[in-house]
């Protein structure tokens, strides 16, 4: 069992789902491989934290009762509509729960919205796929960088002339993330900046672009394909980091990076 396929199967390795032959197979790449180890842990801890009471959304007294009230308006209306449809009899008595379990499934939604901290909007789903993409293209193509550099002061002006801005080119090697250069692709129908860093030989991609909505600094996360992508607005610009290095460290580069 190889890492790609270690990850798949954890979820369902620590939910007891794995036949015997399965979870085994996992225990044993677990035993003997450090960053699945990691993935596990943090999943592990993930679902301790989840676990916590106070993460749990209350709805407010209002909106218990406009639910409650749309609850019994449909029960009503659908009531009426029983009592003048002639074969009543034989109209499952399943269906008269049909209103409560639509209220209920908009409050389970809402609350999986406030639980969940992932990349939610259709369009930040396609640009996560098109980040996604020119990281797997970057290091298929042998082309991670344009302007090999370790140097900001040579990487920075690089984008000068080939981009409307000036994307901040952060000096993060005392933090253990050494810059090798620059890049332009094309993402979200536009010219984009791509700084690469490097740790333990895994290449991190940071696309970087103007931000025109508002800021937003909360990182949001995704794992896709044994990629993580990391996003959040800045004031001033968008960010986007993907990379198959762990999560938790791409964190600390993610909250580096925002405070540049
Ligand atoms: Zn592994």
């Not at 679902?47 to 449909?74: N, T, Y």
């Not at 796929?129 to 020119?134: D, I, R, Y």
């Not at 740790?199 to 993580?228: K, T």
């Not at 959040?232 to 791409?250: C, Q």
């Amino acid at each position: 069992m190889n890492c790609d396929d270690s990850r798949i199967y954890l979820p369902a390795y620590l939910d007891d789902e794995l036949d015997v032959a399965e979870s085994l197979r996992v225990q044993k790449h677990l035993a003997e491989c450090a960053d699945c180890q990691r993935a596990q842990d943090e999943q592990l801890a993930l679902r301790s934290a989840l676990r916590d009471p106070d993460l749990r959304a209350r709805p407010s007294a209002e909106f218990s009762e406009r639910i409650a009230a749309l609850v019994r308006r449909a029960a009503k209306e659908e009531a009426r509509s029983q009592r003048s449809v002639w074969f009543e009899s034989l109209r499952p008595r399943a269906f008269r729960w049909v209103p409560a379990m639509a209220a209920l499934l908009i409050v389970t939604t809402v609350g999986a919205y406030l639980a969940t901290n992932s990349l939610r909007s259709s369009h930040q789903q396609l640009v996560a796929g098109a980040v996604l993409a020119g990281h797997i293209r970057s290091l298929q193509a042998n082309h991670l960088v344009d302007v090999p550099s370790s140097d900001r002061h040579t990487v920075k002006p690089w984008f000068q002339g080939k981009l409307d801005f000036s994307p901040p080119v952060p000096d993060l090697s005392e933090l253990g993330w050494t810059l090798i250069g620059g890049r332009l692709d094309y993402v979200d129908a536009r010219p984009v900046a791509v700084l690469v860093y490097q740790r333990r030989m895994h290449d991190i991609n940071v696309f970087i672009w103007p931000n025109h909505s508002s800021a937003d600094f909360a990182i949001r996360q995704e794992d896709a394909q044994g990629y993580q992508i990391l996003h959040w607005n800045g004031a001033a610009m968008t960010y986007w980091v993907v990379s198959d290095l762990n999560r938790a460290e791409l964190l600390e580069l993610a909250r580096a990076l925002r405070g540049h």
